[in-house]
């Protein structure tokens, strides 16, 4: 049974940071396709970041220069380093494994 379970999100000031972690069981992060995901309230779902198995990523351009996705193999764990947040980046974020399997979300709210 794959589990994914998100952590990290909060409140921020714009310009802040935080960083997002996605912990994985039933599967071997490492040998799949990780992305992370966001939904802002009235807004489709929206792919944020990938790393392949390559260990290569991939980003969208509205948060290029400005999070990193990363992964640590012998955790299990895809993370998500987010910098100068921005209001814009208030959503609730997903990581999801495959295009099939899917965290709970963990909410970001940047405001001051």
């Known amino acids: 049974q794959v589990q994914l379970v998100e952590s990290g999100g909060g409140l921020v000031q714009p310009g802040g940071s935080l960083t997002l972690s996605c912990a994985a069981s039933?599967?071997?992060?490492?040998?799949?396709?990780v992305g992370w995901y966001r939904q802002a309230p009235g807004k489709e779902r929206e792919l944020v970041a990938q790393?392949?198995?390559?260990?290569?990523?991939s980003y969208a351009e509205f948060v290029k220069g400005r999070f990193t996705i990363s992964r640590n193999n012998a955790k299990n764990t895809v993370y998500l380093q987010m910098n100068s947040l921005k209001p814009e980046d208030t959503a609730v974020y997903y990581c999801?494994?495959?295009?099939?399997?899917w965290g709970q979300g963990t909410q970001v709210a940047v405001s001051s």
């Open positions: 999801n494994v495959r295009t099939e399997y």
């Open positions: 039933g599967i071997i992060l490492r040998f799949n396709v």
């Open positions: 790393i392949f198995s390559s260990g290569g990523t």
